[in-house]
């Protein structure tokens, strides 16, 4: 490795500018992980090998036409007599040796270790890169540039049989050619070749590096994890760090499987209602709906149970949402607001039933909010009334009604739900599907506002990305607006 | 909202009453079917303090027994436990001597439409 390290340097410093991609490229693919794949690094190595030959080969040939020599191809096998004839010794030379680096090299690929590989391919490189760089400057070896541009077909032979990149046709095209003039085509494509190249080098490095910062982050992630689990904290999804009951974090858990099976049913309704199903089939979509919000009743239940401040603080809800929190949930009187205004098509039964739907939402909402005030003085002055001697009976009553609380989130889920199958009951099986995807959509929209509110500008003069990350998102949600005037 | 406890109130007929080793579910039975509306309560529950929030604010006029204050309140507790099956004993509501059950049933049939032809039909609740 040092040795041909050894020779990458020699190269560097005694080659022209473009020998330096040789030595620039091939100690970055060395530093390749063993376990990037074979054929990766097999390119990338190619990828100059093949772009510099080619160079030196179109370079060679207006060599020769501006020597004014007879026209020769690379394949042609008539010798151009003078030449061989005064330095007969030197074709055998040259066609042995590069053959013998190139089938050291063969073998290696065959072998296992990928490194091994690389070595030999830098050898050949080296090799080939050695002949070519003391061979182009000086005119007046035309016969050697002939002997070693006719390495190059059985270079690109070789490595044609162990890549599968279609330059080795290009040359064997070129060198077909090479009975022509080199004209101005030529020379670009080879510019370009050398272009997209150099690109396509450029921006493996760039994927390389970042594929390696992933790693690491990855890595340190799981650290953490095993950290944190081994001190019995569960970290659940979307807590704000610090310490985050193991019923929360649960609760979150679901919630978040809740929400991915929440957008399936949205898009279930839209393509229900676009696509005029019949009742019986509507019928399914809706009752499968509201069994979908009885499961998130039941989560809530379990987690009032577990962790009930969890709940009626609303953390596991959006910003957006918790602004409207009402006992650790929507406020049902609320949302029949909202659907009024939405809903039209109604008899004059329905509108009556809508209506002493709001009603009565509104009269439960009223008594167990009054109901709440109740327990939170009651609390306020067993907590402030507590004397020194009676403190540890009065926490405990404290705590006891600190429980209550459970049933009172409880209850107000108990009416969010009663208000559902309600609304079902009222509703036509059609109007229902439009009303539960008036509910999705709603939502879903709260849900994008408080993304929006979490990725608002702060500053005035900061954060031109930020506000125009913000209004490209609002661009999106005002198209998407069109769905609602469906209705 | 009438305040019942049996300890106060007309103490003639109560200690009458009271002499007769009454069973608590027949004691809750006869209570109930007494008015409109009845509920079992405890004065320190919240609950009991929403339910009755509730009637008041439709404009009915609720009995409250409230059972802390019922020196024989326990029995009837555990008799009330019994009858809804477990749970907590209050707030229970009866509604023209029928069992309604505790709060969520109340709700539920409030929000469902069936309370208030109910309370009408009890005579609770006029148009």
């Known amino acids: 490795m040092a040795s041909h390290r050894g020779g990458q340097h020699v190269l560097s410093d005694s080659g022209p500018s473009r020998h330096h991609h040789i030595s620039y490229a091939v100690p970055h693919t060395l530093h390749l992980p063993s376990n990037t794949s074979f054929i990766n690094q097999e390119g990338s190595a190619f990828d100059f090998e093949i772009e510099e030959l080619e160079e030196a080969i179109a370079l060679q040939r207006v060599k020769i036409n501006n020597n004014d020599e007879a026209k020769q191809t690379l394949y042609t096998a008539r010798p151009r007599a003078a030449t061989i004839e005064m330095f007969p010794s030197w074709p055998l030379k040259f066609h042995h040796t590069p053959r013998e680096s190139l089938k050291s090299g063969e073998d290696s690929v065959c072998s296992e270790s990928a490194l091994n590989t690389l070595a030999s391919r830098g050898d050949t490189c080296t090799a080939t890169g050695h002949r070519l760089q003391p061979l182009l400057p000086p005119e007046t070896q035309p016969q050697m540039e002939m002997v070693s541009s006719s390495d190059k077909p059985t270079t690109g032979v070789t490595e044609s049989q162990l890549d599968a990149k279609p330059n080795p046709p290009k040359r064997r095209g070129a060198g077909s050619s090479s009975d022509k003039v080199l004209d101005a085509k030529t020379l670009r494509r080879l510019a370009q070749n050398r272009e997209a190249a150099k690109k396509s080098r450029l921006r493996k490095k760039a994927y390389v590096h970042q594929l390696e910062s992933s790693r690491i982050r990855l890595a340190q992630l799981e650290q953490d994890l095993q950290r944190a689990r081994s001190q019995g904290f569960i970290i659940g999804g979307g807590a704000a760090g610090g310490n985050i009951s193991s019923g929360a974090a649960l609760f979150d858990m679901e919630y978040a499987r809740w929400l991915d099976d929440e957008h399936r049913h949205m898009s279930e309704l839209r393509t229900a209602l676009q696509a005029h199903l019949s009742d019986s089939d509507l019928q399914i979509i809706v009752d499968k709906y509201i069994a979908h919000y009885d499961e998130l009743f039941c989560l809530k239940e379990v987690a009032a149970v577990s962790d009930v401040i969890h709940l009626i603080t609303g953390m596991w809800t959006t910003p957006a949402e918790r602004c409207f929190l009402w006992m650790g949930g929507f406020r049902p009187s609320d949302l029949i607001k909202m659907l009024i205004a939405q809903l039209d098509t109604l008899t004059e039964h329905q509108a009556v039933g809508i209506y002493s739907l709001q009603q009565s939402s509104q009269q439960g909402e009223e008594a167990l909010s009054q109901g709440l005030e109740q327990l939170q003085q009651s609390l306020i002055s067993t907590i402030a009334n507590g004397s020194v001697n009676d403190s540890m009976h009065q926490m405990a009553v404290a705590l006891g009604k600190l429980t209550s609380l459970e049933g009172f989130v409880r209850q107000a889920d108990n009416l969010r739900q009663q208000t559902l199958h309600q609304l079902r009951r009222i509703l036509t099986v059609r109007q229902a599907t439009r009303c539960f995807l008036v509910i999705s959509e709603y939502y879903g929209r709260l849900r994008a506002l408080s993304s929006l509110w979490a990725s608002r500008p702060r500053e005035n003069f900061i954060a031109d990305d930020n506000s125009c990350q913000t209004s490209t998102v609002l661009q999106t949600l005002l198209s998407s607006r069109n769905q609602f005037s469906n209705f | ?127």
């Not at chain 2, 009458?16 to 579910?25: E, I, M, T």
């Not at chain 2, 007494?34 to 320190?44: D, E, H, K, P």
């Not at chain 2, 404009?59 to 019994?82: F, H, M, Q, S, W």
């Not at chain 2, 709060?103 to 006029?126: C, F, Q, Y």
């Open chain 2, 1 to 127: 909202m009438h305040y019942h406890a049996e300890s106060y109130g007309n103490y003639y007929a109560s200690t009458v009453r009271q002499s007769a080793a009454v069973d608590p579910l027949e004691r809750v039975v006869r209570l109930a079917s007494g008015s409109a509306v009845v509920i079992f309560s405890l004065s320190t529950c919240c609950m009991c303090h929403a339910v009755k929030r509730l009637f008041c604010g439709m404009g009915v006029n609720p009995t409250v027994y409230e059972l802390d204050l019922d020196p024989r309140g326990k029995e009837i507790e555990r008799a009330l436990t019994r009858l809804l099956g477990g749970g907590s004993a209050v707030p229970v509501v009866f509604i023209g001597g029928k069992l309604v059950g505790a709060m969520d049933r109340v709700m539920a049939s409030h929000i469902n439409g069936t309370l208030v032809p109910l309370l009408k039909e009890a005579g609770a609740l006029w148009l």
